[in-house]
């Protein structure tokens, strides 16, 4: 049954809408919660040259939002056109929007904040020895009064959305509002390090963040110490594009966004381009479907980003995205092979703690051993035959200079340079390897290394375009569906250039003429049909470096060291020794760690030393 129709508005004739409700219409773009009515008011203080910032929230800011500065302040004649719309100090014309450098610049928000709350302006410049107050009450000015007031400016925002019920009832609870609010904080005292920031709520005190600390010490105060500590310093410049910041190890990743902060120009940003620069760096070092930690802040010639898009300011546009974020990219990725990706024992042993304690007995040895009725099987490579197929990293991209090495960096060369590699090893159910340190021990898994390095090996030659090959003398002969036969058909130039060499056998049978050299006793059925699984889900082979990766990936996940592998002490030192040659060895590239790390305050701590 179909709806009824509308009745047709006739007679009614077009009129302009009162100022009171364009603005109250206007706020749906620029107000949409308490958080919003956060950040617009301390980019202004912000703006207005502030080194201190107090926000004051009650009922999650819904009931209460103030901020109060320690800025320039406001003249009589400028709080008398705070809350009109497309009133700013901070462009006059069109050509100013080429070249914006402050934070707010469209004039919207004070109007849209005032038409749907009670606010008010309390302002003084220090040239002044009264200061002025300006109240409006839903979009109804009151007169510029003469008043007391300290240097700066304190905006009141009360009883947000009274007069919209609407809007009002699609607010969240109190803490969820307040948690949007704290995040807008967190953001604005990470992007603007020299500027002092405290919040309350309900006259408790959630954030203090003084002026005189660097973004390091920001990140500890804001979200702890473990995370600062482990965190990796990043620093790229090239003419006026410079990034700096710091990234952490791919475990400190979550399934959501909370604690990955972009910031351009000191503007708090969420954007596509630099969440795709972010998936790119940690690609490789971090599984699928988890958000890396990382705090990163670009500058950038006004000139060459467009932030007039959206009127809440959250989204920009680059002129040359191409080049920037191949530039990007290259940094963080150096960066983040530089973080201590290891699996940290402690953390073990707390959650074996948790789990009802962790009690070393001398019966334990069968956790150490295969399950007996789990099918392994048993080789016995020769270590040259570990060693012919493992090859050093490429070198470090060109042009970019390391910055000075952290603690954690300086202890993890001094482990790589007191190599450790003379052993003995001990190989645990013939899939992890057990090596000493000089502070602790660490265990290894062999197939996620090996893997790691063949991948390596494989990705180097690639990009020289010198992938080697192995043309067998017997073509060995794979069964595919007609469908999958035609889709590798369209693909035998792209799937050749990595050194997969196929011709067609048949209408339903392809043979495989030749894989890449450095695999080591390489499944050829497997290689083929991990490869037509790459192709269905792309629809083809294009040159995207995400797609061949993936190919890699499965490539040499197939040919590598398995867990089940028998290695005598030769082969051992063999893969330890040419996986330290790598940029990074931590993870496989399915970002699974190699390695789990215990030092000597571990087991001093689970056999209750300390």
Known sequence: MSQPRPAPLVGLRIAELPEVVRNQIAAGEVVERPASVVKELVENAVDAGATSVRVDLEEGGIQLVRVVDNGTGMAREDVALAFHPHATSKLSTLEDLDHIASLGFRGEALASIGAVSRARILTRTKDSDIGWSLVNEGGNLGPVLESGAPLGTSIEVRDLFYN?????????????????????????????????????????????????????????????????????????EQGSLK?????????????????????????????????????????????????????????????QVDVNVHPTKSEVRFRDERRLFGLLVTALRAAVARTDI????????????????????????????????????????????????????????????????????????????????????????????????PDGFEVVDQHALHERLTYEGLRAELQKGQVAVQRRLVPEIVELARDEVA??????????????????????????????????????????????GVLKERGRLPEADEVLEELLHRTACRSSVMAGDSLDQSAMRALLERASELESDQTCPHARPTRVRFTLADLEKAFHRR
């Open 487 to 532: 889709l590798v058909e369209q693909n035998l130039a792209g799937l050749a250039r990595l050194g997969i060499e196929l011709s067609i056998f048949g209408t339903a049978e392809v043979a495989v003429q030749g894989l890449p050299a450095r695999l080591r006793n390489p499944d050829a059925a497997g290689i083929v049909r991990d490869a037509v």
């Open 243 to 303: 990034l700096v910041g710091l990234v952490a190890p791919p475990r400190f990743a979550r399934r959501d966004a909370l604690r990955q902060m972009w910031f351009l120009n000191g503007r708090p940003l969420k954007d596509r381009l630099l969440t795709r620069v972010l998936k790119e760096g940690y690609r490789g070092f971090l599984v699928e479907g988890r958000q890396p930690a990382a705090f990163l802040a670009l500058s950038l010639d006004p000139d």
């Open 342 to 437: 290891a699996t940290p024992g402690d953390r073990m042993l707390e959650s074996a703690e948790r789990r009802g304690g962790w009690v070393p007995r001398p019966s334990a040895g069968t956790a150490w051993l295969p399950d007996p009725g789990a099918e392994t099987r048993v080789r016995e490579p020769s270590a040259a035959g570990v060693d012919r197929y493992l090859d050093a990293a490429p070198e470090p991209p060109p042009g970019y200079a390391l910055p000075a090495a952290s603690p954690l960096e300086q202890a993890e060369r001094h482990w790589k340079q007191g190599q450790g590699f003379e052993g003995p090893f001990l190989q645990v159910a013939r899939t992890y390897i057990v090596r000493a340190l």
């Open 164 to 236: 919209t019920p609407a809007r009002r009832r699609f607010l969240k609870r109190k803490e969820a509002e307040l948690a949007r609010c704290l995040d807008v904080l967190q953001r604005m005292a990470l992007a603007h390090v020299g500027v002092g920031f405290v919040a309350t709520h309900d006259g408790r005190r959630l954030l203090d963040v003084e002026a005189s600390m660097d973004l390091a010490a920001r990140v500890r105060r804001l979200f702890g110490a473990e995370l600062a500590d482990a965190l990796e310093p990043v620093a790229m």
